[in-house]
């Protein structure tokens, strides 16, 4: 049911600023239809480049490619530089309307999990399955933004929009500092009215659901010191507790005292010893020791999802508190690296998701509930939340992302190549009203 004030919005709209016509929609059909085996070949050049994040030139070379799809439709491109944080850069391409429509911010990226060196190479189809590395993250993402706007021209609806299609090139292993590798993302969300992701589609037992929320994605790490010596002094006075057991009793504190709707906190590596150390990437560790000497480093890695600014605060303030109780004779730091900040539930998001649904009834498609935010992951869509309404996963059906076996749905690409263009065209025809 729509919220009073939502409803009370739609039905003050006048019809033309909120609905396609029959044609453009009949247009917009044709059009895609007759794109599905080009969309697909451009689906297996994304795939076969690999683009993996620390892959410079191969993300470039993605970036190549889809400038390729985009300037023929009018827009201006611009390859935003990256080196300055250790990554290759953003692809950002400008479509200018008539400047009364909202304005548009379409967010995808470039880039993959799966570095040169990964075994999952290749692309290669299994019926209507194509299999790939980011094959669904984000290559898919990136063909169905591709489809939309080629039907929206095809049904004479992209010559009036304002658009923006953001393409980051590293979105699974962002530059650092963060708020420096994003600068240009959260600018064009200040000059934008609207966000969307295109980040796969959430389907659970055939059903598809609209993303309205994105937790965060933070990593933390713990480090814990003792006394070390021999273990028959273990638990007196002089030597105490040791690094392990102090590890020990916070990562179990957390366990029994952090519990609560939408949060999780991950232990992905961890060791003790005399000594323990991790890489400067945070994801080896080495140790060393006996069992008859007390440990004197222990090292813990983690990462901690929120779904909003103030549940992350709170847990992090608990997470202290937890740390600051030590064990005889041990002490204990807790650091966060902080990563993708989180894409809350709003009234804005829902209103989109409203319009949405409104453009699933004209197509004849399903409506989409809302999907649980803590079935899904960190996005780039977690950076403009807070400055536009959002709404994300409006990418292809696919499953096995981050692994290998990633596939993705070939006849997803027409369907979400044709509720966005309808959905794309419904949304910059609505006026600005800033």
Excluded: C
Aim: aromatic fraction near 4%; hydrophobic fraction near 40%.
């Amino acid at each position: 049911m729509l919220k009073p004030l939502l409803a009370a919005a739609l039905i003050t709209l006048p019809l033309p600023a909120i609905a396609q016509t029959a044609p453009q929609l009949a247009a917009m059909r044709k059009a895609v239809s007759a794109d599905a085996t080009r969309n697909e070949a451009l689906l297996e050049r994304l795939v076969v480049q690999n683009s993996g994040t620390l892959n410079l030139e191969g993300v470039k070379a993605v970036g190549e490619l889809m400038r390729a799809e985009l300037e023929p439709l009018g827009f201006a491109i611009e390859w935003v530089d990256q080196s300055a944080v250790g990554r290759a850069g953003h692809l950002v391409a400008r479509h200018q309307g008539n400047g009364r429509g909202k304005r548009l911010l379409l967010i995808g990226h470039l880039d993959t999990v799966f570095e040169p060196s990964a075994p999952f190479t290749g692309f290669k189809r299994e019926g209507r399955r194509a299999i790939g590395p980011g094959v669904g993250d984000d290559k898919g993402g990136m063909v169905v933004i591709v489809g939309a706007l080629r039907a929206m021209q095809a049904a004479g609806t992209l010559k009036d929009a304002d658009i923006t299609v953001y393409l980051t090139g590293d979105e699974e292993r962002s530059g650092r500092p963060t708020d420096q590798a994003r600068a240009d993302l959260i600018e064009a969300a200040r000059a934008s009215d609207i966000a969307l992701e295109y980040e796969g589609l959430a389907v659970e037992n055939g059903r598809e659901f609209g993303t309205v929320a994105r937790r965060s994605s933070t990593s933390w790490e713990l480090r814990t010191s003792g006394v070390t010596g021999h273990s028959s002094g273990i638990f007196n006075e002089a030597l105490g507790y040791g690094a392990v057991y102090e590890l020990a009793r916070i990562l179990d504190g957390f366990r029994r005292e952090l519990p609560e709707p939408n949060l999780t906190y991950n232990v992905g590596v961890m060791a003790g010893g005399t000594p323990a150390a991790i890489d400067a990437a945070g994801v080896s560790v080495t140790a060393s020791g006996k069992t008859n000497i007390v440990a004197e480093t222990a090292i813990a890695r983690g990462d901690l999802r929120t779904l909003t600014p103030e549940q992350d605060a709170r847990v992090r303030a608990r997470m202290a508190e937890i740390v600051a109780k030590h064990l005889p004779r041990t002490e204990a730091t807790l650091t966060f690296f902080d990563g993708m900040p989180p894409m809350p539930p709003s009234d804005g998001n829902r209103a989109l998701l409203a319009t949405l649904n409104a453009v699933n009834r004209d197509l004849g498609l399903a409506q989409m509930p809302e999907y649980d935010p803590a079935r899904r992951g960190a996005a780039d869509s977690g950076w403009v939340a807070a400055i536009v309404p959002t709404l994300a996963g409006l990418g292809p059906v696919g499953g096995k992302a981050h692994a290998e076996g990633e596939w993705l749905d070939l006849d997803s690409l027409e369907r979400q190549a044709l509720r966005n263009a309808a959905f794309l065209t419904r949304l910059s025809m609505e006026p600005r009203g800033r």
